[in-house]
């Protein structure tokens, strides 16, 4: 079973890595936010890896730190969720843009997620929450306070919706929710999102 590997980065594809390591090039799949950043070509890479096997296939996972890679193989733990869509997860969500999410019973930031709808992101949402842990989730990403109230939780959904079907990324849209004041009315809200997304 392969947990990591170190090499020289010989190719890139849109979510392919391949790293050749003592003579043998090993295709490896990863997110391309983590391709992106991985370095340039002939660069030494190491990366953390989760070797996946099927009847079929054996498919290798890689991720620039333990913690994703470990935080994958919950994902891939849960009903549901394979190696696809867990991946997916992590293109959209650093690990701690996930835990804070779960903590906050954030849906709206799950439905971000090519492929997931609010019927799914809740099945997620209670069955991760169950099997993570987020006692170290710092609040204060949210804007500063220590606790969320439903009713803020409400106005960020409120404006993901609105940025989505204005036809910003979920990349976009991620960045700038963060950003956002705890509280306020959605529409102030959606405003001041547009505005930082316009000076962007």
Do not use: N
């Amino acid at each position: 079973m392969i947990g990591s590997l170190r090499g020289t980065f010989a190719d890139r594809a849109t979510t392919e890595l391949t790293l050749e390591v003592g003579g043998v090039g090993y295709r490896v799949q990863m997110t391309p936010r983590d391709l992106v950043g991985i370095g340039d070509p002939g660069a030494e890479v190491h990366v953390w890896v989760h070797h996946h096997r099927r009847e079929d296939a054996e498919t290798l996972y890689g991720f620039p730190s333990r913690d994703e890679r470990d935080l994958f193989e919950v994902l891939i733990g849960t009903h549901g969720v394979g190696p696809a869509l867990g991946l997916a997860i992590l293109a959209v969500h650093t690990p701690r843009a996930l835990r804070l999410a779960l903590a906050t019973d954030d849906l709206a930031a799950l439905c971000l997620v090519p492929g997931v709808g609010r019927k799914t992101a809740a099945r997620l949402l209670m069955e991760l929450k169950s099997r993570m842990d987020l006692g170290d989730v710092d609040l204060t990403d949210r804007g500063g306070s220590t606790s969320t109230s439903p009713a803020a939780r409400s106005a960020h959904a409120d404006v993901r919706d609105a940025l989505g079907g204005l036809g910003y990324s979920a990349d976009e849209i991620s960045a700038c929710v963060r950003e956002l004041p705890v509280d306020g009315d959605p529409a102030e809200l959606l405003r001041l999102a547009l505005r930082r997304l316009a000076a962007a």
